[in-house]
């Protein structure tokens, strides 16, 4: 089974530009979050998908935004890049959004590696 | 409020020796869901382990092996008779029941080299 898959895996972008990052989730999944990592912050929570619809969002400017087409694939827009945007991006893909009792375990992907110039 | 703390930010053994990685937690919930992932240089986050809060049996799993203790909020991962493919950046994480979505909480990482 193919894992999660991510576009592009590095780029490098100038201030003031934008950019937009690609996810498609493992098959059958539906749910796909997405998280940035820096070496300041860590591992931050950006927003989740489900449904094609965004259900919870961390706590990142509007610059951040996403979405979700109805095969499950997200794809993630930075708008005006900032130096301080320079990060990995992970997305990860999970069965279902919200796990009852039993939970959900979010696959990751190999992430995009941003750096804003 | 830092949800997950991983006091130990890198970690160097020498290969063949046991390793534990401590990790401690804060949640009000009572039905919540700890894990354990694995990240190489690649990048990508790989999934070790998952506990639930209403089980605290805790269990062994080829090399790996945990210890969950709900008194102390502590969820401890160890690594039996570590190898130099294990180097690699540690992460702790939970999830709340009672949370929104699949929303993960991350500890900062332990960074674990196992030297040859």
């Known amino acids: 089974k193919a894992g999660v898959t991510q576009t592009p895996r590095y780029l490098i972008k100038t201030r003031g530009q934008q950019v937009t990052l690609s996810c498609s989730p493992i098959?059958?999944?539906?749910?796909v979050s997405w998280y940035q990592q820096t070496p300041g912050q860590g591992l931050q929570f950006l927003f989740e998908?489900?449904?094609?619809?965004?259900?919870n969002k961390g706590n990142f400017p509007g610059r951040f935004s996403g979405r979700q087409f109805s095969n499950s694939r997200s794809e993630m827009n930075v708008s005006t890049l900032e130096l301080g945007d320079s990060a990995l991006y992970l997305c990860?893909?999970?069965?279902?959004?919200?796990?009852?009792?039993?939970?959900?375990?979010?696959?990751f992907g190999e992430g995009s590696w941003l750096t804003v110039v | 409020a830092q949800k997950v703390t991983q006091a130990q930010t890198e970690i160097s053994v020498v290969e063949k020796e046991d390793v534990t990685l401590d990790c401690v937690y804060e949640?009000?919930?009572?039905?919540?869901?700890l894990f354990w992932y694995k990240q190489p240089p690649s990048g990508e986050l790989v999934f070790l382990i998952r506990?639930?809060?209403?089980?605290?049996q805790n269990e062994i799993s080829g090399r790996y092996s945990w210890n969950f203790q709900k008194s102390t909020s502590s969820f401890n991962f160890t690594i039996t008779a570590s190898q130099v493919v294990d180097s690699a950046v540690y992460f702790c994480?939970?999830?709340?029941?009672?949370?929104?979505?699949?929303?993960?909480?991350f500890g900062t990482g332990t960074s674990l080299t196992v030297i040859p």
């Open positions: 998908y489900f449904s094609e619809t965004q259900r």
């Open positions: 506990r639930n809060s209403f089980d605290e």
């Open positions: 994480a939970l999830s709340e029941a009672g949370g929104t979505g699949n929303q993960f909480y």
């Open positions: 990860a893909s999970s069965l279902e959004y919200r796990g009852g009792l039993t939970g959900n375990t979010i696959y």
């Open positions: 949640t009000r919930d009572t039905t919540y869901y």
């Open positions: 098959s059958g999944h539906r749910s």
